[in-house]
């Protein structure tokens, strides 16, 4: 998970819920001494992973019903039942990754639920919200929100899972219900103080929201790339040229980083929050050779290795656990930029993420545990060790050094 939305939304869900730490659960002295790491994934890894993946979607249904995936399991966060959209969106990206048939039929049903609730929701103006009950879509009584948000960055990981599933299957529903998705965007969040871009969206109480981000920016300028190629309608190269001007105004030459947005005023950069995302996103969606320090600077100021497990915080503010979710889009930033070293620190990345699957706190040897402690991000959010569909799709994406930013990458 990583929309600041639904983080707020998921704390104020477990705040009541005891918080547990790697060294509580599965003490790093507890780990078999024999136990030997290897450069890089292995096959069987990333089979594992998806056998996560397709446990999650059958928890609640199976087969051909129409369905989301429940976000998180087991754990601090063991009663969070959402499904939160950013982390179904990477869900239908990690299954059109492999491609196989059946993966093909998964990815499908996920975005079938998108246009289930998209066309159900209360506003009926093409939106979606931040999380869903993850319950069978059998009837409209069946679409819950469990987060109200009108987020941007959730909805345009949606719509970009909408347009790499038509570019799949050529079905037109997919098509059509990512450009319902642009169209609200653009009529709701462009801006045109400061750099321009996108504002954050509205909150689960309907008040907009007035920063900036550089994150949901980065995701926007992907998502209407994707959609100017596959509809033919240029206007979305245009608005996706508005969103890249504002996250060109964010880049730090001087520090190789890019701040994380704006303020309310949507002017005045924040420059004292340094998150992981930014920078590894920033060069998945534009590979630009002048903001190519940008993942560099993630792997020398959030390196952490803390009770036996290795990898990146989410931020410069809290390095006291692993974030395993940044850790394995640090790794796919690395591969895709793939300077010298590049190749060498990603791999040691994602055998990092391996050791994680195979003996971190609360995990089940198949899935990804978002962080390997409870962590903070750095914006009063919390990151826990928790089984994490997000962070299990980002790891097979990574592995196969599929970027999700791109059109046909998978």
């Given at each position: 998970?990583?929309?600041?939305?639904?983080?707020?939304?998921?704390?104020?869900?477990?705040?009541?819920?005891?918080?547990?730490?790697?060294?509580?659960?599965?003490?790093?002295?507890?780990?078999?001494?024999?136990?030997?790491?290897?450069?890089?994934?292995?096959?069987?890894?990333?089979?594992?992973?998806?056998?996560?993946?397709?446990?999650?979607?059958?928890?609640?249904?199976?087969?051909?019903?129409?369905?989301?995936?429940?976000?998180?399991?087991?754990?601090?966060?063991?009663?969070?039942?959402?499904?939160?959209?950013?982390?179904?969106?990477?869900?239908?990206?990690?299954?059109?990754?492999?491609?196989?048939?059946?993966?093909?039929?998964?990815?499908?049903?996920?975005?079938?639920?998108?246009?289930?609730?998209?066309?159900?929701?209360?506003?009926?103006?093409?939106?979606?919200?931040?999380?869903?009950?993850?319950?069978?879509?059998?009837?409209?009584?069946?679409?819950?929100?469990?987060?109200?948000?009108?987020?941007?960055?959730?909805?345009?990981?949606?719509?970009?899972?909408?347009?790499?599933?038509?570019?799949?299957?050529?079905?037109?529903?997919?098509?059509?219900?990512?450009?319902?998705?642009?169209?609200?965007?653009?009529?709701?969040?462009?801006?045109?103080?400061?750099?321009?871009?996108?504002?954050?969206?509205?909150?689960?109480?309907?008040?907009?929201?007035?920063?900036?981000?550089?994150?949901?920016?980065?995701?926007?300028?992907?998502?209407?790339?994707?959609?100017?190629?596959?509809?033919?309608?240029?206007?979305?190269?245009?608005?996706?040229?508005?969103?890249?001007?504002?996250?060109?105004?964010?880049?730090?030459?001087?520090?190789?980083?890019?701040?994380?947005?704006?303020?309310?005023d949507g002017v005045t950069p924040n420059k004292s929050f340094?998150?992981?995302?930014?920078?590894?996103?920033?060069?998945?969606?534009?590979?630009?050779?002048?903001?190519?320090a940008a993942p560099s600077w993630d792997v020398v100021n959030?390196?952490?290795?803390?009770?036996?497990?290795?990898?990146?915080?989410?931020?410069?503010?809290?390095?006291?656990?692993?974030?395993?979710?940044?850790?394995?889009?640090?790794?796919?930033?690395?591969?895709?930029?793939?300077?010298?070293?590049?190749?060498?620190?990603?791999?040691?990345?994602?055998?990092?993420?391996?050791?994680?699957?195979?003996y971190g706190p609360n995990g089940d040897g198949l899935g990804?545990?978002?962080?390997?402690?409870?962590?903070?991000?750095?914006?009063?959010?919390?990151?826990?060790?928790?089984?994490?569909?997000?962070?299990?799709?980002?790891?097979?994406?990574?592995?196969?050094?599929?970027?999700?930013?791109?059109?046909?990458?998978?």
């Amino acid at each position: 998970m990583k929309n600041g939305a639904a983080v707020v939304a998921l704390i104020a869900a477990m705040a009541a819920l005891p918080c547990c730490s790697a060294r509580e659960s599965n003490a790093a002295g507890s780990l078999p001494a024999t136990v030997r790491r290897h450069a890089g994934s292995s096959s069987s890894s990333v089979t594992k992973a998806y056998d996560f993946l397709d446990r999650m979607m059958d928890k609640y249904a199976q087969g051909s019903t129409t369905r989301l995936v429940q976000s998180f399991d087991g754990g601090p966060l063991k009663k969070f039942t959402a499904a939160v959209t950013y982390d179904d969106a990477l869900f239908v990206d990690a299954m059109l990754a492999r491609a196989m048939p059946g993966d093909i039929a998964r990815a499908k049903i996920v975005g079938d639920a998108f246009l289930y609730v998209q066309v159900r929701d209360k506003a009926g103006d093409g939106r979606l919200r931040a999380a869903y009950a993850p319950k069978p879509l059998r009837s409209s009584g069946d679409v819950i929100v469990d987060d109200n948000t009108s987020d941007v960055g959730n909805m345009a990981w949606v719509g970009q899972s909408l347009v790499q599933l038509y570019a799949k299957t050529s079905d037109a529903a997919y098509l059509d219900g990512a450009l319902a998705i642009a169209q609200w965007l653009q009529s709701n969040t462009y801006d045109t103080r400061g750099a321009g871009g996108y504002t954050g969206g509205y909150t689960a109480r309907g008040a907009k929201i007035e920063w900036k981000s550089t994150e949901h920016n980065i995701d926007v300028y992907a998502f209407f790339t994707m959609l100017a190629t596959e509809s033919g309608q240029s206007q979305w190269s245009t608005n996706a040229a508005w969103a890249e001007q504002f996250v060109a105004s964010m880049w730090d030459s001087h520090d190789g980083r890019f701040y994380v947005g704006t303020g309310n005023d949507g002017v005045t950069p924040n420059k004292s929050f340094k998150p992981e995302d930014v920078n590894s996103w920033s060069y998945l969606a534009f590979e630009n050779p002048s903001w190519g320090a940008a993942p560099s600077w993630d792997v020398v100021n959030l390196s952490v290795t803390r009770d036996g497990f290795s990898g990146v915080s989410f931020c410069s503010g809290d390095r006291s656990g692993v974030w395993f979710e940044g850790t394995a889009h640090l790794a796919d930033a690395l591969e895709i930029r793939d300077a010298s070293g590049d190749r060498g620190q990603a791999n040691q990345y994602l055998t990092d993420i391996e050791y994680a699957q195979a003996y971190g706190p609360n995990g089940d040897g198949l899935g990804i545990i978002a962080a390997s402690r409870t962590i903070s991000d750095c914006d009063g959010g919390k990151y826990y060790a928790s089984l994490h569909v997000g962070a299990t799709a980002w790891y097979i994406l990574a592995a196969g050094a599929k970027d999700p930013f791109l059109l046909g990458s998978l």
